[in-house]
């Protein structure tokens, strides 16, 4: 990753790390070197000294590499060949066979995934990068030369325990499900290559915040809302003035037509993560795009600052090409300890100046929210920081009392971070910060509708405690419309059981697989909350906690309502299960 474009500094614990390796006769290595540090006092985690080791040249005695001894047979396992190689009977391009491998390149990890069609033995498909995720495999299936439905089977082998870094990757289930995914990210990625035209849909049960319109109709010029209305004939005369061809006309049939969904808190799905660079970016973004997520800023978890900053770049270098990108947010690493939640604790820090400097120059720009925690030493000067320089602050993953969340609130935090999750809760004599935020019209309150994170009773409360400012986020993680199975959050080994996300290590929740057409879908038929009220929390209230409800410079039309001047940002619903069938963002028909 790319690291920050200024002059680097001397860790200020270096000398404390080069007298310790001195002492121990240039043997040591960082776990003895954290040990001896916190016995003078000095606290640092092994990523830090290993970090200070690798920048100043040193090596464990008990690490450095040593040769294989040569092996005298074959390095196969001795199991029953139940395939015999009996592959002569296979049709071209029916049963490719996949295989994961990693090498060292350059003191890093690179991973490769290969694809051999059993029929001819030959290499039809191969790819290549710096993450094991599901990316990766997909990534080979877009390189084959021949369709995915002539393929009747397919398998992909993976190294388990073996000398290098975990390879357990994503199992992708059958291959329709691999066809639709990989036939889906070209599909987005080609539709935001193509010219917009002028489009409109009639027959539609309409509802945006404003409330809800029965045989409704739209008409588009391509990048934004031209007119709506209920009448037929005003409808034929709208799409002559916008020279709409009778092929863009969309008769809806009932279905219902909402603002395209904006996530303002999520970091991956399909197998990927945000954090994963452009590959892993375009993957998870196509995820939630099929399901009518048309606008997403994305959520970048807790690392190593050099790393949060390389991965801010690669945000900011994204956007100019795909407007579907808000930019981003930083849950983490300005956190509290007690609630971390599924976040690395060897990379929280405090927001000290020198940091938010970093973080800012880093994105130069396209950092849109961050979460703090107001009780950190520095975290409410940060808070006002952030706030002068552009960004929406979150007070989240706290563990501040009433007072203090007021303050982070009053210093310009306009979001609360997945309210009940990863902060201290509601007490008659101990407030903390929720009614703090309740009580504040300023604050967009964000809340997990999953069932699993908040109760439907306290969804419902969130409701009626602050109306109008619940927006619905999924915190999504890449195991978001996948199998159950293994996946890395940041760092951190993340088991998914029955659609839930826990840590591997302690069991604490990590993150969710939700999304938002499900946030929506489960609010409205299953909690009973308006449809009006229930669509306005996944569209213009994020939507309106950046100010992108008015004309601005991220995403030029406002988002969040289907009225004349906004965006082309539209969906159609099934009226039944409000499962989402058609998909226009910005303009572009993606679905």
């Not at 040593?66 to 296979?90: M, Q, V």
């Not at 900053?309 to 100019?320: E, Q, R, S, W, Y």
């Not at 809340?447 to 602050?466: E, Y």
């Not at 306005?536 to 994020?542: K, R, S, V, Y």
């Amino acid at each position: 990753m790319t690291g920050h474009p200024g002059t680097e500094r001397a860790d200020p614990i270096a000398g404390d790390v080069r007298a310790v390796r001195r002492d121990g006769r240039e043997r040591y290595g960082a776990r003895k070197i954290k040990a001896a540090l916190e016995r003078k006092g000095v606290t640092a985690s092994r990523r830090r000294i290993g970090n200070i080791m690798r920048e100043q040249g040193m090596t464990s005695a008990y690490a450095r590499g040593r040769s294989e001894p040569h092996r005298t047979r074959a390095d196969e396992a001795r199991l029953a060949n139940l395939l015999d190689r009996g592959f002569d009977g296979y049709a071209p391009h029916t049963r490719p066979a996949g295989d994961l491998t990693y090498v060292r390149v350059g003191g890093d990890w690179a991973y490769v995934c290969l694809l051999a069609g059993l029929a001819n033995r030959g290499i039809v498909g191969h790819s290549a990068g710096r993450t094991r995720d599901a990316s990766l495999v997909l990534g080979a299936f877009a390189t084959l030369d021949f369709p995915l439905t002539d393929v009747q089977e397919t398998g992909v082998c993976r190294p388990e325990g073996s000398a290098g870094p975990s390879s357990r990757i994503l199992t992708l289930g059958d291959n329709s499900m691999q066809a639709d995914r990989v036939r889906e990210m070209e599909r987005i990625n080609d539709a935001f290559l193509e010219e917009v035209v002028p489009f409109a849909v009639h027959g539609a049960t309409i509802v945006d915040a404003r409330g809800m319109t029965k045989n409704g109709w739209l008409v588009s010029d391509g990048r934004s809302i031209v007119e709506t209305g209920c009448a037929e004939t005003d409808f034929e005369t709208a799409c002559r003035l916008v020279h709409v061809e009778q092929d863009h006309i969309v008769n809806a049939n009932g279905m219902v037509m909402t603002p395209g969904y904006v996530d303002i808190h999520s970091h991956g799905a399909w197998g990927s993560s945000f954090d994963d660079g452009e590959k892993g970016i375009t993957t998870a973004r196509a995820g939630h795009m099929a399901h009518g997520t048309t606008r997403q800023v994305l959520s970048l978890i807790t690392n190593p600052i050099d790393v949060i900053c390389g991965n801010l770049k690669t945000v900011h270098d994204m956007m100019p090409d795909r407007p579907d990108i808000l930019g981003a947010h930083l849950e983490g690493p300005f956190l509290a300890m007690p609630r971390k939640g599924a976040h690395d604790p060897n990379c929280l820090v405090d927001p000290t100046p020198d940091l938010v400097s970093r973080m800012l120059d880093a994105a130069d720009g396209c950092l849109r929210q961050i979460t703090i925690a107001p009780e950190l030493p520095h975290g409410i000067d940060a808070i006002r920081r952030f706030f002068l320089a552009g960004v929406v602050p979150a007070v989240g993953h706290c563990d501040a009392d009433y007072q203090t969340a007021r303050k982070g609130f009053d210093a310009g935090a306009g979001i609360m971070t997945h309210m009940f999750n990863a902060m201290n809760g509601l007490h008659h004599r101990d407030p903390g910060p929720i009614p703090a935020a309740v009580e504040d019209p300023r604050v967009t309150i964000e809340l997990i509708n999953d069932g699993f994170h908040v109760q439907d009773p306290m969804v419902k409360l969130g409701f009626g405690l602050a109306p109008h400012r619940i927006a619905f986020v999924t915190d999504a993680m890449a195991a978001t419309d996948c199998p159950d199975g293994h996946y890395l959050l940041g760092a951190l080994d993340v088991d998914v059981r029955d659609g839930h996300a826990r840590l591997a290590s302690n069991g604490a929740i990590a993150g969710s697989t939700l999304l938002l057409e499900k946030a929506v879908s489960r609010a409205v038929l299953e909690l009973g909350i308006s449809p009006v009220d229930a669509v306005e929390a996944a569209t213009l209230t994020p939507a309106r906690a950046f100010g992108f409800d008015r004309r601005n410079d991220v995403t030029g039309f406002p988002i969040g309502l289907l009225a004349p001047g906004f965006a082309a940002d539209v969906l159609l619903l099934d009226q039944e299960t409000w499962t989402v069938r058609r998909v226009w963002c910005n303009g572009h028909p993606v679905r």
